[in-house]
């Protein structure tokens, strides 16, 4: 990633549009179960004073608040989460980084799997020994006391009271702070069955049936989705733990470069990484991983840059060039020089900008929020109206369904009540209560809070493994609408490698200096591939520079500065225009020509005067063209969007197979964004993605639907783009865009399964087909459908893993 040099000028229409009197503050919050308790926690801390907005995510647990600086206690609002039933504590800048949070995290979420299992296994005993006494005499001979209504009686209580009572607790908890979520369906339902059991147990005269299996089932089915839910959510967060495992834990410091045995044991110190001053000199052996990012000052070696790109293939690194923090050293020792620490380092760019992504929610799940919110309270008042209608009208007006049963899930077992009451009346009574039973438990808010943020948990942590950095739901939205891709030119579809070909005198200099030595001097003020280009021709031909100053730069136009008290000017047609510097027919032809043969033609002036020209030419990319085809292939529009002169772009464009119709040349960096937002609002009204990587780009990037970045580009690019590919290949232009749409399809499968599960199943476990079919679920069947629909969700964005296969 390339620094911007002072002597740039940085377009304020190129920069993020931040709002400065604001900071985000990030929470760890336990005690999340579903789409009710994210809008609980998300309401409860917009009402803070202070606080503009919050984004909360169900399955990283992470709470993202947006407040006005010095406004809020960051504790307070932890604390506040905390004390109603959200254990919560601040993550700092300096600990979003650090091995040993993500340590405490796992082993938090290690003791919670932990502790699921244990009442997975007391449940599931508890389950079995119910069954066999729920069916038939097997074992009843042996073992008659499993035919014993008093022991069914106590497996309830047990199923209650051990590993029925963390979601007992955490359902009162929240009837209490006024946000009923899915543990108050589970206990409500589960506390219905065991009393209405209890009472039929303890008075007979009333003629009730007992269901104690009922509660028993109904833990043990929740309890084994719970198990398999975390395990899915588990395997989906793989590939973020993974890239947080990449961050080097300690450091070898030189203690002094300057030394003669520079590596040598006496001279070197092991300290922890998080301690690396930028500048300081570090050791780096075979094997061991590099701990900041920094440049090679001893040895040469090859390293491994999976992490970064994706690309298994070593790197040769050598004298000078930069290395990157995490990867990995394969075969030298070497001595860096560290650049970049702590959060500055790329890796933890990435960490953090994949972070953020998981908590940028796509707009398509607005309405899974809106109806989360409300999702509780409409299903408890949907199981009072399901008892209602039962018990004064359908069991009324379809008497057959309480001579026919209806439901056979209730059991004597030995205890025969004395029927004082009708048949009819208590058979509606509890037919009713069971129905009403079966809607609270079916209904299932965590498939809903679970839908998007699983899917851009993996979408976005198996994008980053491979190089490919998208920065939230939202952009997974755009692309997914996407019908054109506008590339720049210019270091993007071409090498970013150009080389000097032509150099034209027009008219005798006043300095006795040759074109190359004036250019060289004046791009040495400013970054560009053309000025790479440049001071590479003068090195190769061994020119001394002369020193310039006042140095001035218009991206996309062209450079200025003082040498040996000469105002020279470097730049296109229209810098040389700007200045009313005089073109010669001859000039014009000449650069005409060497245009239509597809090179960049750069105009030299000397007081006022123009000089010389200097032509460069900038080979395509070699996947270029297969990148332009596959973009086709996928229905796309693909256009170039380029400042240099028509006739350049035109040469590219054959090689590409791209017509004259889809180039805009001659564009300037002051237009490029009018010519995208030109695009969007014309009559086709297009969805635009721009590719880009120089700082002239910025503008065109922020205005387009999507903005795609390359790496090697500049650093305003990257701020302003939205997907930005760390292994400086055009071709994972197309891996983004597919990895986007698959990622968004997988989002609305699931969201579509959320909504239809609930759909369907609240209205089948309110009796819709029992009086025609006979049909009806038993609440612990509505339990083992409510564990299924979480599972389904979390394994459906699981199988996005298959997209890199």
């Known amino acids: 990633m390339q620094l911007i040099p002072k002597t740039e000028i940085v377009p304020e229409s190129a920069l993020p549009q931040t709002v400065l009197n604001l900071e985000k503050i990030i929470l760890d919050v336990g005690g999340m179960k579903c789409a009710g308790c994210v809008k609980a926690v998300e309401k409860q801390l917009t009402q803070h004073p202070g606080v503009k907005s919050v984004c909360v995510n169900l399955a990283t647990e992470v709470a993202v608040v947006e407040t006005e600086i010095g406004t809020v206690d960051a504790n307070a609002l932890a604390q506040g989460l905390t004390a109603t039933g959200f254990p919560s504590q601040l993550r700092t800048a300096k600990r979003a980084g650090e091995q040993s949070a993500n340590s405490n995290l796992e082993a938090r979420h290690r003791q919670e799997m932990e502790a699921t299992i244990r009442q997975l296994l007391i449940a599931s005993l508890l389950l079995v020994l119910s069954g066999i006494g729920h069916f038939g005499n097997i074992g009843s001979s042996i073992f008659p006391i499993l035919n014993d209504i008093w022991f069914h009686c106590g497996l309830a209580t047990i199923a209650i009271i051990i590993p029925g009572r963390p979601i007992l607790v955490e359902g009162w908890q929240g009837w209490r702070r006024g946000a009923p979520n899915m543990n108050t369906l589970i206990g409500l339902g589960t506390l219905t069955a065991y009393t209405a059991s209890l009472v039929a147990l303890l008075f007979p005269q009333m003629g009730w049936e007992c269901f104690f299996d009922e509660p028993v089932m109904m833990l043990g089915f929740i309890l084994l989705g719970r198990t398999l839910e975390k395990q899915a959510r588990g395997r989906a967060a793989t590939a973020f733990r993974q890239l947080l495992a990449l961050a080097p834990q300690t450091a070898r410091l030189i203690i002094n470069p300057e030394s003669e045995k520079l590596i040598a044991g006496a001279n070197i110190m092991e300290i922890p990484a998080e301690q690396v001053r930028v500048g300081e000199w570090l050791q780096v052996l075979p094997g061991d991983k590099v701990p900041v990012d920094g440049e090679i000052r001893f040895g040469q070696t090859t390293i491994d840059e999976a992490m970064l790109t994706g690309e298994a293939v070593p790197v040769l690194k050598q004298l000078g060039d930069p290395v990157i923090g995490g990867t990995l050293n394969q075969s030298g020792a070497i001595a860096i020089q560290a650049t970049r620490t702590g959060d500055d380092t790329t890796l933890a760019q990435i960490v953090a900008l994949v972070e953020a992504a998981q908590t940028r929610k796509a707009p398509v799940q607005k309405l899974a929020d809106t109806v989360a919110g409300y999702f509780t309270y409409g299903v408890l008042t949907a199981a009072g109206l399901t008892f209602a209608f039962w018990y004064l009208l359908g069991t009324h007006i379809w008497p057959e369904v309480t001579m026919s049963g209806g439901m056979e899930m209730a059991h004597n077992m030995g205890h025969n009540p004395q029927h004082l009451l009708p048949q009819s009346q208590y058979s509606s009574f509890l037919i009713s209560l069971k129905l009403a039973i079966a809607v609270m438990v079916v209904a299932c808010p965590c498939a809903l809070g679970l839908a998007t943020p699983?899917?851009?948990?993996?979408?976005?942590?198996?994008?980053?493994?491979?190089?490919?950095?998208?920065?939230?739901?939202?952009?997974?939205?755009?692309?997914?609408?996407?019908?054109?891709?506008?590339?720049?030119?210019?270091?993007?579809?071409?090498?970013?490698?150009?080389?000097?070909?032509?150099?034209?005198?027009?008219?005798?200099?006043?300095?006795?200096?040759?074109?190359?030595?004036?250019?060289?001097?004046?791009?040495?003020?400013?970054?560009?591939?053309?000025?790479?280009?440049?001071?590479?021709?003068?090195?190769?031909?061994?020119?001394?520079?002369p020193h310039a100053v006042d140095f001035h730069t218009e991206p996309g136009?062209?450079?200025?500065?003082?040498?040996?008290?000469?105002?020279?000017?470097?730049?296109?047609?229209?810098?040389?225009?700007?200045?009313?510097?005089?073109?010669?027919?001859?000039?014009?032809?000449?650069?005409?020509?060497?245009?239509?043969?597809?090179?960049?033609?750069?105009?030299?002036?000397?007081?006022?005067?123009?000089?010389?020209?200097?032509?460069?030419?900038?080979?395509?990319?070699?996947?270029?063209?297969?990148?332009?085809?596959?973009?086709?292939?996928?229905?796309?529009?693909?256009?170039?969007?380029?400042?240099?002169?028509?006739?350049?772009?035109?040469?590219?464009?054959?090689?590409?197979?791209?017509?004259?119709?889809?180039?805009?040349?001659?564009?300037?960096?002051?237009?490029?964004?009018?010519?995208?937002?030109?695009?969007?609002?014309?009559?086709?009204?297009?969805?635009?993605?721009?590719?880009?990587?120089?700082?002239?780009?910025?503008?065109?990037?922020?205005?387009?639907?999507?903005?795609i970045a390359l790496h090697s580009g500049t650093d305003v690019a990257i701020e302003t783009a939205e997907i930005i590919l760390m292994r400086n290949s055009i071709t994972d232009v197309v891996k983004s865009i597919q990895l986007s749409r698959a990622t968004f399809n997988t989002i609305r499968q699931n969201l579509f399964w959320a909504f239809a599960y609930n759909t369907i199943g609240i209205p089948l476990a309110a009796g819709v087909l029992l009086p025609s079919w006979g049909f009806v679920l038993s609440p612990s069947s509505a339990a083992a459908l409510m564990a299924f629909s979480s599972v389904s969700v979390v394994t459906n964005s699981i199988l996005l893993r298959r997209f890199f296969l």
């Open 454 to 545: 699983t899917a851009i948990l993996v979408g976005t942590g198996m994008g980053a493994e491979k190089g490919l950095l998208i920065k939230g739901g939202d952009v997974l939205e755009k692309v997914h609408k996407l019908d054109t891709v506008v590339f720049d030119k210019t270091g993007t579809l071409t090498t970013g490698k150009p080389t000097v070909t032509d150099c034209v005198v027009v008219a005798e200099s006043a300095l006795p200096l040759s074109l190359i030595q004036l250019a060289a001097a004046v791009e040495s003020g400013t970054y560009h591939p053309l000025a790479t280009a440049i001071q590479q021709e003068a090195k190769r031909q061994e020119l001394t520079i």
């Open 557 to 707: 136009m062209g450079v200025s500065a003082v040498v040996t008290g000469k105002n020279v000017l470097l730049g296109n047609w229209e810098w040389l225009n700007y200045h009313q510097i005089k073109i010669s027919e001859t000039a014009e032809q000449q650069g005409q020509q060497l245009a239509t043969a597809g090179k960049t033609v750069i105009g030299v002036a000397v007081d006022g005067t123009l000089t010389g020209l200097i032509a460069v030419s900038d080979t395509l990319r070699p996947d270029a063209k297969t990148a332009v085809d596959k973009l086709r292939q996928m229905g796309l529009r693909v256009m170039i969007l380029s400042g240099d002169r028509l006739e350049a772009v035109k040469a590219i464009a054959q090689q590409l197979g791209i017509d004259n119709a889809d180039i805009m040349a001659g564009i300037p960096p002051s237009q490029k964004a009018t010519t995208i937002q030109s695009l969007q609002s014309g009559t086709a009204k297009s969805i635009v993605a721009m590719v880009g990587d120089g700082i002239n780009d910025a503008p065109a990037l922020s205005q387009a639907d999507v903005g």
